[in-house]
């Protein structure tokens, strides 16, 4: 069966949804004054290509290697951002992506991680580099 690169790209159109997350007051020093932020999409779709293949490229795509989108955008130009990730939990269809940030910076990095997943965009190149890394990945498993 072959791959389809517009099924990554119909992620843009999934209305995200957020899970804030209480920081109890106890807590060490270091953590005080951070926000600790989830942002939520649900892949309709519910397929196995979408639970074992479209899911887990979708997440290295935007975090999970050097060249990933959010980690260029959060780490190298904007924020200096250490703390963020995407899971896709096979599951429930759910994409998660998790931030630590300065209770400042919170809203601006929620904003720029909308801002890419709605403006998302994936060419024939990177959907190659996709398939290459997940397969890679898919030899060990």
């Known amino acids: 069966r072959e791959l389809n690169i517009h099924k990554l790209q119909n992620i843009k159109y999934a209305s995200p949804f957020f ?49 990933s989108i959010l980690f260029k955008k959060l780490r190298i130009e904007k924020f200096q951002l250490y703390h963020f990730e995407a899971h896709f939990d096979q599951e429930t269809n759910i994409l998660f992506i998790q931030y630590i940030v300065d209770e400042n910076w919170k809203i601006k990095v929620w904003n720029l991680i909308i801002s890419e997943v709605m403006d998302l965009n994936i060419n024939k190149e990177e959907f190659q580099t996709m398939k290459i890394f997940l397969s890679n990945e898919y030899r060990f498993k």
Do not use: A, R, W
């Open 19 to 67: 899970i804030p997350h209480i920081v109890s007051q106890k807590v060490p020093p270091l953590i005080n004054g951070q926000s600790i932020n989830t942002i939520c999409y649900y892949f309709e779709s519910n397929d196995e290509y979408s639970k074992t293949i479209y899911g887990p490229m979708l997440q290295g795509y935007l975090t999970q290697y050097g060249h």
